[in-house]
């Protein structure tokens, strides 16, 4: 319940603790925090490098498994196929942008959950990984 509760806010661009405040304040810039609750997120530089990976990542499943389906499935000729799938390549990833790093900060809260998250599941008041020591 718990982790489609925080896909739902992902991909409704929502904060992931508390579900209100928006995460963008334009077509690529985010807020630093969130509007309601106050939530910083972006916890240590460089966290949504993570993001990349889900951008890559379906890009690269649908680029995989969309290419040989239409090609050996008669349905578009090889070179219109390339093409097709380079164009894609480049302009998917742009429109996938803001989802895969909400979809970061809400795979981020699913794995170690900030304080004060509200919602389906009771509230969350302790992080998962809090206690482990500092390596
Ligand atoms: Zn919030």
Redesign the pocket.
């Given at each position: 319940m718990r982790f489609w509760k925080l896909f739902r806010r992902a991909m409704m661009l929502?904060?992931?603790?508390?579900?209100?405040?928006g995460l963008f304040k334009g077509l690529l810039a985010m807020h630093d925090s969130?509007?309601?609750?106050?939530?910083k997120f972006e916890r240590e530089p460089g966290f949504f490098l993570g993001s990349i990976y889900i951008n890559y990542g379906l890009t690269a499943l649908i680029t995989a498994i969309a290419y040989p389906v239409l090609l050996f499935g008669g349905y578009v000729k090889e070179q219109p196929l390339l093409w097709s799938m380079l164009v894609f390549v480049v302009i998917f990833p742009l429109f996938l942008h803001r989802h895969a790093r909400s979809l970061w900060l809400g795979f981020d809260q699913w794995h170690d959950p900030r304080e004060g998250e509200t919602g389906v599941g009771g509230t969350v008041t302790a992080s998962a990984n809090s206690e482990k020591p500092a390596v």
């Open positions: 929502r904060c992931p603790v508390c579900g209100i405040g969130c509007s309601h609750c106050g939530t």
